[in-house]
């Protein structure tokens, strides 16, 4: 995963191709959000990260609360032990309200913890310890591959558009 301190590097070199890749959707926040965000972003993951069960409450477990933000989403991906569900979200909420006052906070926003994740077109599954992708998504990506290797020209579109699957 990529944090905001590093949206700025969304780009890809193909050295062979003489081909440099930029995208340009992380860096100006495509939800609307202020460019500046990933700042402020940033700085609520960091306060999560100094803290742990013990830190927030009487718990004995010191382990830092591990999370990362990506453009304007807080993640958070804990082990399901005791109350550590429960006081991870509690200090995430704890630090939006921080670092962005009382208005922070939106419910609809906010998801249930889960095993599963659905997200850039994979799918992670940590009780089976594994990352998948949709079978139509690889024989889509295929088929582009094929006929890109068969036509004697590409065209940039042509390039994007198998990049992009």
Not at 57 to 80: C, P, R, T
Request: contains cysteine.
């Amino acid at each position: 995963m990529v944090a905001s301190r590093h949206v700025h590097w969304m780009a890809a070199r193909i050295p062979e191709a003489k081909t440099l890749l930029i995208d340009l959707s992380a860096p100006f926040g495509w939800s609307g959000l202020p460019p500046f965000y990933s700042a402020f972003g940033r700085a609520i993951t960091w306060l999560v990260q100094q803290n742990s069960p013990h830190t927030v409450s009487a718990s004995e477990d010191n382990e830092a609360f591990w999370g990362f933000e990506w453009v304007d989403d807080h993640l958070l991906i804990e082990v399901d032990m005791e109350d550590r569900l429960q006081l991870a979200e509690a200090t995430l909420r704890h630090a939006m309200l921080a670092i962005l006052g009382p208005r922070a906070i939106n419910e609809e926003n906010f998801s249930q913890w889960e095993t599963r994740l659905y997200a850039l077109g994979l799918t992670c599954d940590t009780a089976n310890r594994t990352v998948s992708m949709p079978v139509d998504k690889i024989a889509k990506a295929l088929d582009r591959v094929r006929k890109l290797k068969q036509s004697k020209t590409v065209t940039k579109s042509d390039w994007q558009t198998l990049l992009g699957s």
